[in-house]
């Protein structure tokens, strides 16, 4: 498929810089959209200037959340070049997200397609290292219609902007554990990127606030007490120095970092194992110190440490510092070595990256 081209040309301002680039606050000049219709397929795929869409109040994704999204980022590279982390396994999971909330699949090749010629279009919003531009697909239900039903109209679009490094510290976390609510069930729709699951775990971000805390750790469903993930991260545990993290079987989020790191750890010969994993395991190990580490992993932050976790019952409040409260070891080593293969630093060996 062709895609129209009408961009605008609207260089920064000013250069960027990443020290003040807030995440997620400002956007690159164009966007690329495509439309869908049943009996039609996909259609008209296009560059226009970012702006406001023109959506009727009865768009079924504003009442019944037909949605979903993805993230990622382009990196610069010293030599002037920009390229994207892993596209390819962000479309496919696009798709399985499509899948789950009954929408249609976009061509992986047409979502590469279309990420490339967007960040082409705007690669001057690409700001040097350490800064990035984050790139935001999504789909959504636009058909006019309040009965409910999956839609028979789609739009997919895709928006970037300039972002500088996530937290501008590299401090770490302090973790609530959530025993009042759940991200995930089996058989819903933890696995998908979809609104949704962000919109039901507010509520655990603000209970957390009111604790000190910046995120929530997420326990499963049905037993409550099998750790997950922590906000929208997924999550890892230094536990006897393996690297340790539960399998995705539905209620995770498949990260591509998660994913990323697995592959990093056993190049680096670090340890590596999928396994569930007790909450009740975590504190005995934060204990006794057989537990080291404890760190989120997703594309916004790359690895963000967990500093301390604190878990609230019955009116008691009990607080499991990790480690000596500061990034740990093998978080930062694992860091480092993904954002140097991202920035080109060292060789890309994995094929990961797709030049723009
Ligand atoms: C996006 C997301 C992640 C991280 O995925 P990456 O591909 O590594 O960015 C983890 N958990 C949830 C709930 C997410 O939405």
């Not at 768009?59 to 993805?70: D, K, N």
């Not at 510290?169 to 609104?195: C, E, M, N, S």
């Not at 910046?214 to 997924?234: I, P, Y």
């Not at 591509?256 to 504190?283: N, Q």
Request: aromatic share 8%.
């Amino acid at each position: 498929m062709d895609i129209r081209d009408e961009s605008i040309v609207r260089p920064p301002d000013q250069p960027l810089d990443p020290a003040t680039l807030t995440f997620g606050r400002q956007f690159s000049p164009n966007m690329f959209m495509v439309d869908w219709e049943r009996g039609r397929g996909w259609h008209d795929p296009r560059i226009v200037p970012f702006g406001p869409l023109s959506l009727s109040p009865a768009a079924m994704v504003l009442h019944y959340g037909q949605e979903i999204f993805e993230g990622l980022k382009a990196f610069r590279h010293a030599d002037g070049s920009v390229h994207l982390f892993r596209p390819d396994r962000n479309a496919a999971r696009l798709n399985r997200s499509a899948r789950r909330m009954s929408m249609p699949e976009l061509p992986v090749e047409l979502q590469l397609e279309a990420m490339r010629t967007l960040v082409a279009v705007d690669r001057e919003w690409v700001p040097e290292r350490p800064g990035t531009l984050y790139v935001r697909p999504a789909m959504i239900a636009t058909e006019e219609a309040l009965g409910v039903h999956s839609s028979n109209r789609f739009l997919f679009f895709i928006i970037t902007g300039p972002t500088g490094p996530y937290f501008k510290t590299q401090g770490t976390v302090r973790i609530l554990v959530a025993r009042d609510w759940v991200r995930a069930a089996p058989g819903g729709t933890g696995f998908a990127k979809t609104g949704g699951n962000y919109a039901a775990s507010l509520i655990a971000g603000v209970e957390a606030e009111r604790c000190g805390c910046q995120q929530v750790l997420w326990l499963d469903a049905v037993e409550r007490r099998h750790v997950e993930e922590v906000g929208a991260m997924n999550l890892m545990f230094v536990l006897d120095g393996v690297v340790t993290t539960p399998p995705t079987s539905g209620t995770i989020l498949e990260g591509v970092t998660r994913e990323s790191i697995g592959v990093i750890c056993r190049e680096l010969k670090i340890p590596f194992v999928e396994r569930a994993i007790h909450i009740e395991e975590v504190f005995d190990g934060l204990e006794k110190g057989d537990c080291t580490e404890v760190f989120g992993c997703g594309t916004a932050a790359v690895v963000s440490a967990v500093g301390e976790l604190v878990d609230y019952q019955n009116g008691t409040e009990r607080v499991y510092k990790v480690g000596d409260g500061k990034e740990g070891p093998i978080a930062r080593k694992l860091r480092e070595t993904l954002t140097s293969i991202q920035f080109g630093l060292v060789p890309d060996t994995h094929g990961w990256l797709l030049r723009v």
